[in-house]
């Protein structure tokens, strides 16, 4: 079949628009590597951009013969033939290639020209959108490795500056979408709830606790002594009722505020007296919520809507492949693990169910929301939290603390500053004999009353008759009583102060009351 030539040239135009749509940023920029005549632009930046990627791919350094707001003429080292003119195309509105000379003469440069700021930042541009951690030390090696182009790190920092204030528009579109998305959620997966709504439908009867550690930053912003910081870690560690109240008074005989403020958080949530006996775990601090940190580590750095929807796509991976291990049992196993097995499968049963893109979402101007002010700090951000300087680190009923700044004492003469392996007393095997050839051998001389086990036969043992009362429901759980110390009552301004549902409650019994006086008929509804 013959085509005349407007149909050929409809053709040739055709391909060439596809072929400008299938231009990406990305793929060692192999889509730039080759253009031609004819080749548009809405506006010169975005021509002179292309021509910036081209000479990227292609490892030629252009220069900018004669530029202006119509017209912009490349060429290349001395004596390559090298040409392109990019000039505003007389019948749109926009700029197209018009002269192209796609001959080489010259050798590949490392260093390059255009690559300045403004086109590296929309190189990097999807990168930093995904990550905003993405260093310049590996924005550089990129460009080495894939492009064998090199790059200074001050460049190469404004580069990712301009690139992030850029996406601060992405991270406000994020949050303007964010009620869409959670509407989203619930139509894609019906009945899902927030955690603490779900933990009491699913699992009524749990018990909560408290992570101690969190507890002790709280607390020991006002009380900072070491040695109620011990007291207070002793007081979680406590297994029985009689050890908890004995290690409150110690605290209490310190300070009675440190001691009332602790009581303050509910003993039954943090105290191992007060731990129920089904759950095994007699762990007084929480490190899941750490390792839930460092789980979504990289996702915690986008915009909150792809935070989210990373975090969502890892859950579903972690079900899938639990469920993938269940199903590896292929031989029946004695009657209790195959009650483990239907448990197990029981948890792995729902699925998470995939969410439709953001073209589906119904976005409500009138639910549009600002993200948070983030404040930026000076220096390298921090990736680990700050530990305390007498922090504990065992946390298994240990105190163990940091050596730092402990003055070191002799084991074999007593002095300080030194150890027993530097200590000039230390004469083992008697003194200097030099070259004789049997000399005479004596024991190491130790004070008897110094050993250990003089030391241990010294101690003395407590004995006591004092009976231990074993509290708690049908699980074990117990409610903390006659403790010797309450907690702080709320004050506002050296005043005690009143919860506002307190204050509501005053308020009704108030009004009922006038209502009475003046012979009216109290609502059902203000008595509840």
């Known amino acids: 079949m013959d085509l005349s030539e407007g149909e050929e040239c409809d053709l040739e135009w055709m391909d060439a628009i596809s072929k400008e749509r299938g231009r990406v940023v990305g793929d060692k920029l192999e889509s730039f590597k080759e253009l031609q005549v004819g080749m548009t632009f809405k506006d010169m930046k975005e021509g002179r951009q292309v021509m910036n990627y081209y000479a990227f791919a292609n490892k030629r350094a252009l220069t900018i013969i004669k530029g202006d707001t119509k017209r912009t003429r490349y060429g290349c080292d001395i004596g390559c033939p090298f040409r392109c003119l990019i000039s505003k195309d007389g019948k749109t509105e926009g700029f197209k290639i018009k002269t192209f000379i796609n001959k080489h003469t010259c050798e590949e440069t490392f260093f390059n020209a255009r690559a300045d700021a403004v086109t590296l930042a929309q190189y990097f541009k999807n990168k930093l959108q995904n990550n905003p951690k993405y260093k310049v030390k590996d924005m550089r090696g990129e460009l080495e490795n894939d492009l064998k182009l090199n790059v200074c790190q001050s460049k190469l920092k404004r580069a990712k500056r301009m690139a992030l204030e850029k996406l601060d528009g992405s991270f406000i579109d994020d949050y303007n979408k964010l009620e869409a998305y959670a509407q989203e959620l619930k139509q894609s997966n019906p009945g899902s709830d927030g955690l603490i709504d779900a933990v009491v439908k699913v699992l009524p009867e749990a018990q909560h606790r408290y992570c101690v550690r969190h507890i002790e930053s709280n607390w020991c912003r006002k009380w900072r002594s070491g040695q109620m910081r011990k007291l207070m870690w002793w007081c979680a560690w ?31 949530a943090w105290c191992r007296a007060y731990f129920d006996t089904q759950c095994k775990n007699m762990m007084v601090d929480n490190n899941f919520t750490e390792s839930f940190n460092a789980w979504i580590l990289e996702a915690r750095a986008k915009p909150i809507i792809k935070m989210l929807e990373e975090i969502r796509v890892q859950v579903i991976r972690l079900l899938v492949n639990n469920e993938k291990k269940l199903k590896t049992w292929v031989i029946d196993f004695s009657p209790e693990c195959m009650k483990f097995k239907e448990a197990y499968m029981l948890t792995y049963k729902n699925k998470m169910q995939p969410v439709r893109g953001q073209k589906f979402w119904k976005v409500d101007p009138s639910s549009a929301m600002l993200p948070t002010n983030v404040v930026k700090q000076l220096g390298r951000p921090k990736m680990k ?131 009475g006086v003046k012979g009216r008929n109290p609502v059902v509804d203000d008595l509840l």
């Open 238 to 268: 406590s297994s029985y009722v009689e050890e908890f109240k004995d290690q409150l008074n110690k605290l209490g005989k310190l300070s009675e505020d440190g001691a009332r403020n602790l009581v303050k958080y509910p003993p039954k």
């Open 385 to 515: 939290r700050n530990r305390e300087p007498d922090e504990a680190r065992k946390r298994k009923g240990e105190w163990s603390q940091s050596r730092k700044g402990t003055q070191m004492t002799c084991n074999n003469c007593g002095e300080s500053n030194h150890n027993v392996r530097s200590c000039y007393k230390f004469e083992p095997y008697g003194p200097n004999v030099e070259d004789e050839e049997d000399p005479p051998l004596r024991p190491m001389v130790i004070c008897e009353s110094e050993l250990r086990a003089e030391k241990l036969k010294k101690r003395v043992v407590p004995i006591g008759a004092r009976k231990i009362q074993f509290y708690g429901d049908h699980t074990g759980a117990s409610v903390p009583t006659n403790l010797p110390y309450s907690p702080i009552k709320t004050t506002w301004k050296g005043k005690e102060a009143v919860p506002a549902g307190h204050v509501q409650m005053q308020a009704k019994k108030k009004r009922i009351k006038m209502m």
